[in-house]
């Protein structure tokens, strides 16, 4: 009895702090849950809230103050892909991929632009997968060779860059050899410990370009594909060689006859 006259006298501050406990509490919750990367609901849709996404954005927003990397499509659709990662409907192993294809088009951005700010996104990402994702996170998914002069062990040969020039002078469509040119470039910069993948993609390169003889009206296509070609063998003749002796039929159809060893 004494319980209930008191509760009646202060009915209003019993009230009051239940009602403080309450908002407490459910303050903690929305703070745990946002430390966990668990949902949200907002109306019509169930979005992620990853750990770490704030962060993630504000390096996104810093990126894209340099018009190289804004005006690029395939940042554009790095965004996207990051935008689309939040959908709660999807499982986490399809939001994963959705991040992978993310990582993707940051290589693109990277390989078509020489931007060392793209490697800070593509780190950052790679961050933001492992602790988000930590089951489905492989490094690998995010690794990616030095593709700029910060990090290029010397400076591309006068040889390779006159091949550049030469591609850049050519009567191929704009599009064709600018974007050419630029991965060419972006090749140059690789480590000499990534040297065999360099030899075979400039072989595979040099490929494509001898691919392109509806594109020319003089014949730059053979002239660049070999000069390529060339370079290869010339310039790296030990992973030339160790290209020239695998049993891949893609690998060895970029060689010449006469450069494949004897069966």
């Known amino acids: 009895m004494r319980f209930i006259a008191v509760f009646k006298q202060y009915k209003l501050l019993f009230f009051i702090s239940f009602l403080a406990i309450l908002i407490l509490a459910l303050m903690a919750t929305i703070i745990y849950l946002n430390s966990r990367g668990n949902f949200i609901n907002t109306p019509g849709k169930t979005v992620i809230n990853y750990a770490g996404y704030d962060t993630l954005q ?17 940042f554009a659709k790095f965004q996207s892909m990051i935008q689309l990662s939040t959908d709660g409907s999807k499982s986490e192993k399809d939001r994963y991929t959705i991040i992978l294809q993310g990582q993707t088009e940051l290589l693109y951005l990277y390989t078509f632009g020489a931007n060392h700010k793209a490697t800070v996104l593509m780190d950052a990402l790679s961050a933001f997968a492992k602790s988000n994702f930590p089951k489905e996170y492989k490094a690998a998914n995010f690794s990616y060779p030095c593709e700029d002069p910060s990090c290029a062990d010397s400076p591309p040969s006068q040889s390779y860059s006159d091949i550049i020039n030469e591609l850049k002078n050519s009567d191929f469509p704009a599009p064709v050899k600018s974007d050419t040119a630029q991965y060419l470039q972006s ?6 410990s990534d040297s065999l993948t360099k030899t075979q993609l400039v072989l595979q390169t040099a490929s494509v370009i001898r691919s392109y003889s509806t594109m020319t009206q003089t014949g730059a296509n053979v002239k660049i594909a070999d000069d390529l070609y060339n370079f290869a063998k010339t310039g790296y003749p030990a992973d030339f060689a160790t290209l020239a002796k695998s049993k891949s039929a893609s690998i060895r159809s970029l060689f010449k006859p006469e450069d494949l060893p004897n069966k």
Request: proline residues 4%; glycine residues 0%; without cysteine.
């Open 58 to 74: 504000q390096q996104i927003n810093s990126a894209a103050l340099d018009s190289s990397i804004n005006q690029s499509p395939h």
């Open 187 to 192: 090749l140059s910069y690789y480590k000499q």
